[in-house]
DNA sequence: TGACTTTATAAAGCCCCTTTCCTAACCCCT
DNA sequence: AGGGGTTAGGAAAGGGGCTTTATAAAGTCA
């Protein structure tokens, strides 16, 4: 609510780093013309990444007649972070270097009935150790985790308060997590994960308004508004997901009926192709990324029956997705998560057909429908994010020491 | 996209005159304890809106054992606002006092095949010169002339980019206006003048997150995001009338079918009315106003039809209300324009329940579902709140004269 | 080698906001 | 009536941010 100019500080730094990881090495003449910034400002903020060691000076762009300019990249081995992505059935953890490449993976089943939070903790626990060892990663040098739990989070207090796929109640996740991780931790939801990994790596970057859609088993819309993440006032924006599409409609696990969830979610969408082929090969029951692959093929070959189901599951997908074209009018809508990227463009081909049925017709053609880029779990990726905010975050606040008088000259004089 | 320092200057300058206005007179102690501001910055803004003759002091509070308040109050003659809502059938014309006091109205009936851009120019600016004539306002005193005018439109341009009561398009409203009005001219939409009322002087006050459903013909919301007024990338934001809310619904006249608009906008109630009770004595065939009205009164006398009705109605409005208490985890949603105005907190009462059915808990627990208290049309207060908006804007902006160098030390010395 | 061009940094200036200090204004008590 | 004590409000200083301007640095070209 309350803006300082500290906050300009912030988002200015985030922007010139993220124009370094998407496009490295760059110079400094172009971050300013990238981001709109002077030079001079874009000059500290450099400065400021190469104190910090995430960016490094990588030689000199060849010059017409001047002074050559002066190539920063980012220092890929300058820390690592890492992002835990809990779902319904698995714990995945991804280690990234400052580039954001990944280091290291593992991944954990979570079997049914073992969904305790201290079980579930210790699945994150083993995963994220066993990343680091597998990276060869010297401890001192993870600069965070974050962490994507379904459902609502407390970000501030770390706790879950409500999951509802293993019904945690107000669980202290951070609290359980930091007995077995010393790193700085953060904790928020899939929704935002995904939508922050889209502003920072994907399709959302450089847009002030977007939305990024989420396709898995659950559904949900990440909104980026003015540039940044808008969460709401309890942390709890972007519920698409259960927003009822269809009055009376298909029950769904939140207690109502019809939500858009119940329709283009994984399970919703295989719920589509048995009512619309009951007996089709296509359909494999009881698993929700076979069956999707199958659609996804069945696509590519223009299978009768996976193109019904896609098209039906685009109706409805069209319509909600116009919802948010006519809330928010964004720059780009972008899909994301793994149903998003199985069935790939056909399906992109389809929602853009639907929505441009619903939608009026002004915030449509304002409004760009794109596949997410991102080829690895987006939820990874953006809870890893999470914690490279957290690190930036850092940088504004210094420590309001006054015993030691001489800490502004740090540069070497000579 | 870009903040700058200056946008906060501006936004503190907002909400100290909000305050003022909402509470006058007041002291600049309660200004900076209701603001979170320091003092001194307080004192320097009020400062400024005492040289721009919007505020005076008036008096002292007693005090108990000090030096007593100076008490600041709007200067309701320090200027006047001319709001001005285009609407289907009539051009209606108001002009506010600085604390926002209605001293004069007009209204001019629009006819139908009657709307043609200059006819309705015409009655525009018939109304604006017999409100400034009834008011007796010199006429150096309007600040400004704010404009609603349905559909999408580019304020900066001051067109009318598509109007489609009217089918007007790319009207250039602003340039034609100004061939009468001598007075700055601000142009925007219904919905988000309606927003901008319930923002600055309504029941979205002091919210960061605020959603301002608007009820009467057609239907919408002005988003409230970050304490400011969200537009979207082409000003179009906020369509809410017409998302689906029934797939192959009613035929509405935007084209699509189902929209929110066709259930729960007034001639959508009427629908909702005939198709319940086919001859019931409340429905005014041809008159919207007349049978929201039959029904208001139907629900005082808990008249089982408008009772039916209302609660029919209420059935898709909180579906659709649910989708923005999902989607946007708003502090509170503001129901505003006059069928809710007329159906009242029976209406209300019943979209409370009927949202609760269909948003999730968590963000519903988080919102508050009200009333707007604004008595007058919001549209009109709206706008010339623009115009207030407008001419608060060009305070910051000083003139970059480098001819009149002792510029700086205006006060007076001693 | 000198002139010109381009880059990067340093300095100065402006805009914000806050904190701190000091004067103004009032009450109350002696 | 005249000092304390107390509160209000303004002025000045300070800190953070961004930009413009000046200066130093590092090339190319004649």
Same mark, same amino acid.
């Given at each position: 609510m309350k803006r300082t100019s500290r906050d300009i500080r912030t988002a200015n730094r985030y922007e010139v780093l993220r124009q370094i990881i998407a $496009?490295?090495?760059? *110079?400094r003449q172009e971050l300013a013309a990238a981001t709109g910034l002077s030079l001079a400002t874009v000059a500290t903020l450099v400065g400021e990444l190469l104190d910090l060691r995430m960016t490094t000076e990588v030689g000199f762009e060849e010059s017409a007649g001047g002074r050559p300019r002066g190539l920063v990249a980012v220092n890929a081995s300058g820390g690592a972070l890492i992002g835990v992505d809990i779902a319904e059935t698995y714990v995945h953890v991804e280690l990234f270097d400052l580039a954001l490449n990944v280091l290291a993976r593992a991944e954990e089943d979570v079997r049914p009935? =073992?969904?305790?939070p201290e079980q579930v903790v210790g699945h994150v626990a083993a995963a994220v150790g066993s990343v680091v060892t597998q990276a060869g990663? =010297?401890?001192? +040098?993870?600069?965070g985790v974050g962490v994507s739990v379904p459902g609502q989070v407390d970000r501030a207090t770390g706790i879950? $308060?409500?999951?509802p796929n293993w019904d @945690?109640? &107000?669980?202290p996740l951070v609290d359980l997590l930091s007995e077995y991780i010393a790193y700085p931790l953060y904790l928020d939801n899939p929704l935002r994960a995904v939508a922050v990994a889209e502003l920072w790596? /994907?399709?959302? +970057?450089? #847009? /002030?308004n977007a939305v990024v859609v989420t396709l898995g088993t659950g559904v949900g819309a990440g909104l980026v508004l003015g540039g940044a993440l808008h969460r709401g006032v309890s942390n *709890?924006?972007? =519920? @698409?997901?259960?927003?009822?599409?269809?009055? &009376?409609g298909r029950l769904c696990r939140c207690g109502?009926? /019809?939500?858009v969830e119940t329709y283009v979610g994984a399970p919703g969408i295989m719920l589509n192709l048995r009512e619309l #082929?009951? &007996? *089709? =090969?296509?359909l494999h029951p009881g698993d929700q990324t076979a069956t999707i692959a199958a659609l996804a093929r069945g696509m590519l070959t223009q299978d009768p029956v996976a193109v019904k189901v896609v098209r039906h599951t685009a109706r409805y997908l069209g319509a909600s997705i116009a919802h948010l074209v006519n809330l928010f009018n964004p720059e780009v809508v972008v899909l994301s998560s793994w149903v998003a990227a199985a069935l790939g463009e056909p399906l992109v081909a389809e929602v853009r057909e639907a929505v441009a049925r619903h939608a009026l017709p002004r915030p449509m053609a304002a409004t760009e429908i794109v596949l997410s880029?991102?080829?690895?779990d987006p939820a990874c990726l953006g809870a890893a994010t999470f914690a490279l905010e957290g690190a930036l975050q #850092?940088?504004?606040? +210094? *420590?309001?020491?006054?015993?030691?008088?001489? +800490?502004?000259?740090t540069h070497n004089p000579r």
């Open positions: $496009e490295s090495p760059t *110079s009935g =073992e969904s305790l990663i =010297e401890g001192a +040098r993870v600069l879950s $308060e409500y999951a @945690w109640h &107000d669980v790596f /994907g399709a959302a +970057r450089g #847009s /002030g *709890s924006a972007g =519920e @698409w997901g259960h927003n009822t599409i269809v009055l &009376d109502n009926h /019809g939500c #082929s009951p &007996d *089709s =090969e296509l880029p991102i080829p690895t #850092s940088v504004g606040q +210094r *420590s309001a020491k006054r015993t030691t008088p001489a +800490r502004t000259k």
